[in-house]
T-cell receptor, first 119, second 116 residues
Framework: AQSVAQPEDQVNVAEGNPLTVKCTYS??????LFWYVQYPNRGLQFLLK??????LVKGSYGFEAEFNKSQTSFHLKKPSALVSDSALYFC?????????????????FGQGTILTVHP | DSGVTQTPKHLITATGQRVTLRCSPR?????VYWYQQSLDQGLQFLIQ???????AKGNILERFSAQQFPDLHSELNLSSLELGDSALYFC???????????????FGPGTRLTVL
């Protein structure tokens, strides 16, 4: 079974400071990892994904994430936070399953981390 | 705007009733996914369709069913509704190649279901 843990329910950071939202995962085989952001009363917006290659993945709105296989982590980062970054952030994992497997296509999400950026 | 549309935006109904949620995927996307977001369970995968056929199944109750039509829109049917079915239901779509585990799923705005 695959799982995702986001150990912090909330992260608070001052505007202009760097931010990190943590994510660890458990999956058999190669992981495919995703970050999504959810603003109030909105759907999930895709930020970035790791499939293979460079461990540092760059995404939308200045966000990036670092894949660390030995620590099974995929932390989301941004060098300088904006108040408008305040939202709910989800990490998700998808495993490679044989075609026809019953969970093929499934994204497994963490519980989410509320990021609050203070002016 | 992801290009995925969902209707209705809000739905209020009573226990025991049946409702239908509708999703139109992004233009060109063949795969549709349904997820349920609730406070106690978080975001849970329900079911996936690819080009009209069921592709994957998650924690979907027997009271729930879905289908994808020839024009690729999808409907999620929820019947014998219980209070605990109150949640936000998201549809997502992706290009959906057969081996598309690397596909990005793009989410619609969701349907908020309240069961009274």
């Amino acid at each position: 079974a695959q799982s995702v843990a986001q150990p912090e329910d909330q992260v608070n950071v001052a505007e202009g400071n760097p931010l990190t939202v943590k994510c660890t995962y458990s999956v058999s085989g190669n992981p495919y990892l995703f970050w999504y952001v959810q603003y109030p009363n909105r759907g999930l917006q895709f930020l970035l994904k790791y499939i293979t290659g460079d461990n540092l993945v760059k995404g939308s709105y200045g966000f990036e994430a670092e894949f660390n296989k030995s620590q099974t982590s995929f932390h989301l980062k941004k060098p300088s936070a904006l108040v408008s970054d305040s939202a709910l952030y989800f990490c998700a994992v998808r495993s490679r399953s044989p075609a026809g497997g019953t969970s093929y296509g499934k994204l497994t999400f963490g519980q989410g981390t509320i990021l609050t950026v203070h002016p | 705007d992801s290009g995925v549309t969902q209707t209705p935006k809000h739905l209020i109904t009573a226990t025991g009733q049946r409702v239908t949620l509708r999703c139109s995927p992004r233009s060109g996307d063949l795969s549709v996914y349904w997820y349920q977001q609730s406070l106690d369970q978080g975001l849970q995968f329900l079911i996936q369709y690819y080009n009209g056929e069921e592709r994957a199944k998650g924690n979907i109750l027997e009271r729930f069913s879905a289908q994808q039509f020839p024009d690729l829109h999808s409907e999620l049917n929820l019947s014998s509704l219980e209070l605990g079915d109150s949640a936000l239901y998201f549809c997502a779509s992706s290009v959906g190649r057969v081996a598309g585990v690397t596909d990005t799923q793009y989410f619609g705005p969701g349907t908020r279901l309240t069961v009274l």
